[in-house]
């Protein structure tokens, strides 16, 4: 009688998670040891500014990238290296809010060459390249309120671009934060920004100044569409406080249309102003592993009122964050936050709506098209809230609803809603490996969670943010794996591995290392002063630093160890410490040479040892600095293995 | 005296090389001159931390393969550094197995299997000081180790085996010809057969 009422009350339970999990569900994910998994991932850090790689199915961590923000496990923003890629027209700036990432393509496809990544912050864009798995390249962008619908790719990688989501004043000019001021002097920005196909190299071609609204997220079109680039958009109600209500009145935002082949003619034709401005171009050298700024002093830019017909705007539901274009190029789905469905629009219906000139009318002179005239269709009743979706290639949409917590499969045909599965809690973007290419692998989808509350032991008030890995082989979508995430999981990109596993480089060649202050062999240690400044030129071999004993430093000296790691043997990497150093260590791979600074602030005897256990003798690996006072007569002297040598350098095998 | 005349042509076949003694000696040439385009040894060594394999390759005027790697190894254990300059052999066996080659096509000239059997104990002769001459610099590798090493480990060599498999500490070496060294074999193996060969045949026609 009693157990019959506890099952019923159980029955009565909503759906919980177990119920959610089906049996074989770890054996799809199970990636048994030494065994690589099918997908690299990467991952957006979201505020802590970094990139993260996951293996997928196993959900497992590769590796987290430094981007944006200083990393004192490698010395990344810390090293004398490595200081000016985080340089900016405001100084050094070693964090920012990382939330989109763009693998490099060719033909619309992943070719594994770069990945692109945004800052939101201090408007900027930065390359990593895929060989080294290391951040290369980090270019600012001028006229920029914070760089969000970004960045964003065109299917031969022809260009990324860079939307600003806040209206600011352009030409960092101030304006009274008044209605009034805002519709009169903010505007809104997309910098096309050109990748050198050869090298990569990133620089801004040309800026589209818009009218004064927020852009939110962008795609690129990409075969019938390819020459054309969408951004939704938010707060065309040009409102500059409390967005929340007032940025949310209107019925229909925008989808702005924008022809880049057109815009590109405008700007080979010389038709753009340009603007005096600046920004930094930063820029690591693969030969001396050292990088440099270069501060750039002008933008072309192009204004839609003067140069016509290549911006247009299509009216889309209540405030859409997602914009995205499916694999035939032919679909554009729009998804408004506050929306109960999820419009599609159909590019050959644009194109036929321009050429038509069925406008309803135009904001600030840009023409805006009739919604019916540019629609496919909606979905209707999707669920709630939807913020973006990808596609699995075989004709199939998903779609993420941040406030009915789910994702909603529906068919972009006849748009069916299919299948729907809960997500814990609160999704985000998701992604569908190659989801947003011509060619999806399909296989699964990835929710990236907001939320976890109870799905983790508890690590009090500050909680981990999570993925969620689902099956989308079968006609049902299935839960199989649930991890956490680093620092605030925005969009992602997956790839296969087998695109980028073979070229990824083991080891740099010493032969080939240009660094200014590189030792090369034991033989080319030395330490030098000019004036206050030493320079150590150091090596690191299993297992000692050579040299391991210095002596003649004062207090107040700017010491700068540069480091060279002779080994040439994959897997190798040895760290570089010393007690009291105020910014961070270093980690020196196979090869490369890196720099720490330390100013000594008190005499003293200071230890100084590698950070890597690199080999059996690795404890062993250390020595020490010592510190006169400031104007003593201690010569300098250095040393490896011999115990009385001010000359020459010991070099012990 | 057509006895006697019949008798020296006799005899002088019977000191002439047979068609397939002259077309061997092309054969034993090119087996020898493949050790400039092949390498002649190998030694692989595996270890828990090297499950890719690291390898060494022993040509007949180079040392290729993982040199570095084994040499950063073995400064634990206090083992010599391996460098192409120290070794001589680089020079004296190219010069030796060109003159080798040369003899063959003298030995063709003559055309006799005396010049033939020469040849071959030239050969063996060849092969025997260079096999001693691996050995004893496995040995010195092995053996001569610096004194202030951070491993010692007590009655512990570390010479790699001539040919075969060992186990040294962590490390397991396996030793055996390359396919130049294949080559080289193979041409051991002509010279004793062809010369086993000559060798009945004129104990045929003494008959």
């Known amino acids: 009688m009693s157990l019959g009422a506890v099952v019923a009350f159980q029955s009565c339970k909503m759906k919980t998670t177990e119920a959610a999990v089906s049996g074989d569900a770890a054996s799809k994910v199970?990636?048994?040891?030494?065994?690589?998994?099918?997908?690299?991932?990467?991952?957006?850090?979201g505020f802590s500014g970094q990139v993260s790689v996951y293996g997928l199915p196993s959900g497992r961590l590769l590796k987290v990238i430094p981007v944006f923000s200083q990393n004192p496990e490698n010395g990344y923003g810390f090293n004398e290296e490595t200081k000016p890629m985080l340089q900016t027209t405001h100084g050094y700036v070693p964090w920012d809010d990382q939330h989109h990432l763009a693998l490099s393509q060719t033909n619309g496809e992943h070719d594994g060459r770069w990945l692109f990544a945004n800052a939101n912050n201090t408007p900027r864009v930065a390359r990593i390249d895929l060989k080294t798995f290391k951040t290369v390249e980090i270019l600012e962008l001028p006229n920029s309120g914070g760089n969000h619908s970004s960045p964003f790719i065109t299917e031969n990688s022809e260009y990324i671009v860079g939307g600003t989501r806040f209206a600011v004043p352009i030409a960092n000019q101030e304006a009274a934060l008044t209605q009034a001021s805002f519709k009169a002097n903010f505007k809104s920005t997309v910098s096309f920004i050109?990748?050198?196909?050869?090298?990569?190299?990133?620089?801004?071609?040309?800026?589209?100044?818009?009218?004064?609204?927020?852009?939110?997220?962008?795609?690129?079109?990409?075969?019938?569409?390819?020459?054309?680039?969408?951004?939704?958009?938010?707060?065309?109600?040009q409102a500059n406080t409390l967005l929340e209500v007032n940025a949310s009145q209107k019925d229909k935002d925008y989808i702005v249309a924008i022809n880049w082949k057109k815009a590109q003619e405008y700007a080979r034709a010389g038709k753009g102003k340009k603007m005096a401005t600046e920004y930094y171009h930063n820029m690591l050298s693969e030969e001396n592993h050292t990088a440099t700024s270069e501060v750039v002093k002008e933008v072309l830019t192009l204004d839609p009122n003067e140069l016509k017909d290549f911006v247009y705007l299509i009216p889309c539901p209540k405030s859409p964050h997602g914009c995205d274009v499916d694999p035939t190029g032919e679909y554009i789905v729009g998804s408004g936050k506050l929306a109960a469905l999820i419009p599609v629009f159909a590019y050959q219906k644009i194109t036929k709506a321009i050429a038509d000139k069925a406008f309803e009318g135009d904001y600030y002179g840009i023409p805006v098209i009739k919604y019916e005239a540019a629609l496919h269709g909606e979905v209707k009743k999707p669920g709630l809230g939807p913020l973006h979706t990808e596609f699995d290639g075989k004709g199939n949409a998903y779609t993420s609803f941040f406030v009915s917590s789910e994702v909603v499969k529906w068919s972009i045909k006849d748009l069916k809603v299919l299948d729907r599965v809960p997500t814990y809690y609160s999704i985000g973007h998701l992604m569908v490996p190659g989801g947003d290419t011509k060619k999806?692998?399909?296989?699964?989808?990835?929710?990236?969670?907001?939320?976890?509350?109870?799905?983790?032991?508890?690590?009090?008030?500050?909680?981990?943010?999570?993925?969620?890995?689902?099956?989308?082989?079968?006609?049902?979508?299935?839960l199989l794996l649930d991890y956490p995430t680093i620092g605030e999981p925005h969009y992602a990109q997956a790839i296969l591995a087998d695109k980028i596993k073979a070229q990824s480089a083991k080891i740099y060649d010493i032969n080939a290392n240009k660094h200014p202050y590189v030792s090369m062999g034991e033989k080319g240690t030395k330490v030098t002063r000019e004036g206050n400044q030493v320079h150590v030129y150091m090596t690191?071999?299993?297992?000692?630093?050579?040299?391991?004993?210095?002596?003649?430093?004062?207090?107040?000296?700017?010491?700068?160890?540069?480091?060279?790691?002779?080994?040439?043997?994959?897997?190798?990497?040895?760290?570089?410490?010393?007690?009291?150093?105020?910014?961070?260590?270093?980690?020196?791979?196979?090869?490369?040479?890196?720099?720490?600074?330390?100013?000594?602030k008190k005499p003293g005897v200071y230890p100084f040892y590698c950070t890597d256990f690199c080999s059996a003798l690795h404890q062993e690996m250390q020595g020490y600095l010592r510190v006169s006072p400031k104007g003593s007569s201690v010569p300098l002297k250095w040393h490896t293995g011999k115990t009385d040598s001010a000359a020459a350098v010991a070099t012990v095998r | 005296?057509?006895?006697?005349?019949?008798?020296?042509?006799?005899?002088?076949?019977?000191?002439?090389?047979?068609?397939?003694?002259?077309?061997?000696?092309?054969?034993?040439?090119?087996?020898?001159?493949?050790?400039?385009?092949?390498?002649?040894?190998?030694?692989?060594?595996?270890?828990?931390?090297?499950?890719?394999?690291?390898?060494?390759?022993?040509?007949?005027?180079?040392?290729?393969?993982?040199?570095?790697?084994?040499?950063?190894?073995?400064?634990?254990?206090?083992?010599?550094?391996?460098?192409?300059?120290?070794?001589?052999?680089?020079?004296?066996?190219?010069?030796?197995?060109?003159?080798?080659?040369?003899?063959?096509?003298?030995?063709?000239?003559?055309?006799?299997?005396?010049?033939?059997?020469?040849?071959?104990?030239?050969?063996?002769?060849?092969?025997?000081?260079?096999?001693?001459?691996f050995w004893k610099w496995e040995y010195d590798y092995g053996h001569n180790l610096d004194p202030t090493a951070p491993i010692k480990v007590p009655g512990m060599a570390y010479q790699p085996p001539l040919i075969g498999y060992k186990k040294m500490l962590n490390f397991e070496a396996l030793s055996q010809p390359d396919v130049g060294g294949w080559f080289f074999i193979a041409a051991g193996i002509i010279v004793v057969g062809v010369s086993f060969y000559e060798w009945k045949q004129a104990k045929k026609q003494l008959k």
């Open chain 1, 30 to 45: 199970y990636v048994a040891p030494g065994k690589y998994d099918e997908f690299y991932n990467f991952v957006s850090g």
């Open chain 1, 194 to 237: 050109a990748i050198d196909p050869n090298s990569g190299h990133m620089s801004v071609d040309f800026q589209v100044i818009l009218p004064g609204m927020d852009l939110d997220l962008s795609r690129a079109g990409k075969g019938p569409s390819h020459g054309w680039f969408f951004f939704s958009t938010y707060n065309t109600e």
């Open chain 1, 440 to 478: 999806p692998y399909g296989k699964y989808v990835v929710a990236y969670n907001k939320i976890t509350k109870d799905r983790y032991l508890p690590t009090g008030p500050e909680l981990t943010q999570s993925a969620q890995l689902y099956s989308i082989d079968g006609d049902k979508m299935q």
């Open chain 1, 540 to 600: 690191a071999i299993r297992s000692h630093l050579t040299p391991d004993n210095i002596e003649g430093i004062q207090v107040g000296d700017e010491v700068y160890f540069h480091v060279t790691n002779l080994e040439q043997d994959w897997d190798v990497p040895h760290g570089f410490a010393i007690k009291h150093a105020d910014n961070a260590e270093l980690l020196v791979m196979p090869g490369e040479t890196n720099t720490l600074k330390f100013v000594p």
């Open chain 2, 1 to 133: 005296m057509l006895m006697k005349c019949t008798a020296i042509i006799f005899l002088d076949r019977m000191k002439k090389l047979s068609v397939l003694g002259r077309i061997s000696i092309f054969l034993v040439i090119g087996c020898v001159a493949s050790l400039w385009f092949l390498p002649m040894w190998r030694i692989d060594l595996a270890a828990p931390q090297y499950p890719e394999g690291i390898f060494m390759e022993i040509w007949i005027n180079d040392i290729k393969g993982n040199v570095d790697v084994i040499n950063g190894l073995n400064h634990y254990i206090g083992m010599k550094t391996i460098h192409k300059e120290d070794f001589k052999e680089f020079i004296y066996i190219p010069i030796a197995l060109m003159v080798f080659c040369g003899l063959g096509l003298l030995v063709l000239l003559l055309n006799r299997k005396v010049g033939y059997y020469i040849w071959a104990l030239i050969f063996f002769a060849i092969a025997g000081v260079s096999m001693y001459n």
